[in-house]
């Protein structure tokens, strides 16, 4: 089955860095787009940034662009989001997923992993 592992989160403070990876396991990677969707407290699952299965194309929300860059190695089966400028809006557990369509919307997409938590502190 398909299982993928997040990882790289943490507590830091406003403006820091954090990258996070994604390593994915029981699925052909490179035919998959790939994205980055969070998910604060009481509020629903949102669409970060997502990355095409060639990696040539990518695409983010607007409050990640400029902060954020989505990148995978498919020799690895691994994705990546580099943080930058973090903000405490930022805080949110962040989920690895994938699909067969290059979407922005969390229903194109499966997300397998327990996520990763950020929290940036003001």
């Known amino acids: 089955q398909v299982q993928v592992v997040e990882s790289g989160g943490g507590l830091v403070q406003t403006g820091g860095s954090l990258t996070l990876s994604c390593a994915a396991s029981?699925?052909?990677?490179?035919?998959?787009?790939m994205g980055w969707f969070r998910q604060a407290p009481g509020k629903e699952r949102e669409f970060v940034a997502t990355i095409r299965r060639d990696g040539a194309l990518s695409y983010y929300t607007d409050s990640a662009k400029e902060r954020f860059t989505i990148s995978r190695d498919n020799a690895k089966n691994t994705m990546y989001l580099q943080m930058n400028s973090l903000k405490p809006e930022d805080t949110a557990v962040y989920y690895c997923?994938?699909?067969?369509?290059?979407?922005?919307?969390?229903?194109?997409?499966?997300?397998w992993g327990q996520g990763t938590q950020v929290t940036v502190s003001s």
């Open positions: 997923c994938g699909g067969l369509k290059f979407s922005t919307s969390v229903r194109d997409y499966g997300c």
């Open positions: 029981g699925l052909t990677f490179s035919m998959y787009s």
